[in-house]
């Protein structure tokens, strides 16, 4: 071949790449769409995660073949949906933006689908801490919703608009948009949809100190959740019931609580949650009087947050410090900043460890039971 020429296909080679192309791209979008089911209704959840992981870049490749063509809008929109799921708990935060946000821009035309691929970048964008862009987002969900009559859909889209009011410090309007949402839900009947509703209406009520009825949610999301096999949903109730035992001064009940959340979490490989929970596990060390345990955990989880470019929310991030300076109080300068260089320095694996009482070598392996 001369120096500057270009391969090219024939017309016939071309048609067969390309029919190869679908095929791989079609194959793929099947996989995602069966991931997506058992990443929503629960079962297998860390099974299922860990082989997209494996098939990420394969399913990189159908998303690229896709979003080449207008004509493919649907076909990307709900590849790029079922996705979300994975990404947002395996952390590609950004990864997820972009893939939405590319497929989001092949049409316009007002579906549920467009709707819930609205809300997935909206909660996404959320965890990066960008909040203008996810009540946007939200917002817009909201207005396709109301337009097409998903009654289903403008729960999940009023309980997001929650949470954003909610990170911000308004626990009013959030329980308010909540309840009205848990509401519906309930006349609707179906159980499942339930765990979102009632994990976020009882950070809510935890957060306004209103401890029994927090916990009256936690636990029937809970309960639900064990019925289910919802792992990612019950991590959640599990650690709220944690934060309500350590807010009624029981830091023994509350780390009992803390680790069963947080072996969850790390058996499914969901790291953007983690830092919360290491912090929590922190706090529950530091009240049973061990700060240098306490400070390696902090010091653990601002690092993985930062790794993840995970945002902390404004209502949280004075109370982070707040919980800094009382680690730093009780055990001195010195020995918090040996202690914080530790944390620092360890791996996700390792941190984990820490916050269960065990070896890291000899922790779970990947999959749940």
């Not at 590319?102 to 549920?112: F, I, N, R, V």
């Not at 960008?130 to 109301?146: K, N």
């Not at 010195?334 to 070598?361: H, I, N, P, T, Y």
């Not at 922790?363 to 039971?369: A, N």
């Amino acid at each position: 071949m001369t120096s500057g020429a270009t391969l090219s296909l024939s017309p016939t080679r071309r048609g067969e790449f390309e029919c190869v192309q679908q095929t791989h791209a079609e194959y793929y979008f099947r996989l995602a769409l069966a991931a997506r089911s058992h990443l929503v209704a629960g079962g297998d959840q860390a099974v299922w995660l860990d082989r997209l992981d494996l098939e990420h870049n394969n399913l990189r490749a159908a998303l690229t073949w896709a979003v080449e063509d207008p004509a493919r809008a649907e076909f990307a929109l709900t590849l790029a949906e079922a996705m979300y799921h994975f990404w947002n708990i395996r952390g590609y935060l950004s990864e997820g933006r972009c893939w939405l946000e590319k497929a989001l821009a092949l049409s316009d035309t007002p579906t549920e689908l467009r709707a819930r691929a609205l809300n997935s970048i909206g909660r996404l964008a959320q965890v990066q801490g960008d909040y203008g862009s996810a009540r946007a987002f939200h917002e817009q969900a909201l207005v396709v919703q109301e337009f097409i009559g998903d009654d289903p859909g403008m729960c999940r889209s009023l309980e997001n608009l929650a949470i954003l009011s909610g990170s911000q410090g308004d626990y009013e309007h959030a329980g308010g948009l909540l309840e009205q949402s848990l509401a519906v839900r309930r006349k609707i009947g179906d159980r499942p949809s339930l765990m979102p509703t009632l994990n976020n209406l009882a950070i809510v009520n935890r957060r306004r100190s209103q401890y029994a009825r927090a916990e009256e949610l936690y636990l029937e999301s809970a309960a639900i959740a064990r019925e289910t096999d919802s792992h990612k949903a019950l991590s959640h109730a599990l650690n709220g019931l944690g934060e309500i035992r350590l807010m009624q001064d029981d830091p023994v009940a509350a780390l009992a609580f803390f680790r069963e959340s947080v072996a969850i979490r790390h058996q499914l490989g969901n790291r953007p949650d983690l830092p919360t929970l290491l912090g929590n596990i922190a706090m529950a060390f530091y009240r049973q009087g061990d700060g240098l345990t306490a400070a390696r955990l902090i010091s653990a989880s601002e690092s993985l947050r930062k790794e993840l470019g995970i945002a902390v929310q404004p209502s949280n991030r004075a109370e982070i410090e707040e919980n800094i300076a009382n680690v730093r109080a009780l055990v001195g300068d010195a020995a918090f900043e040996q202690a914080w260089a530790k944390g620092r320095a360890m791996s996700l694996d390792e941190a984990v460890a820490v916050a269960l009482g065990k070896d890291a070598r000899h922790l779970p392996g990947s999959k749940l039971s």
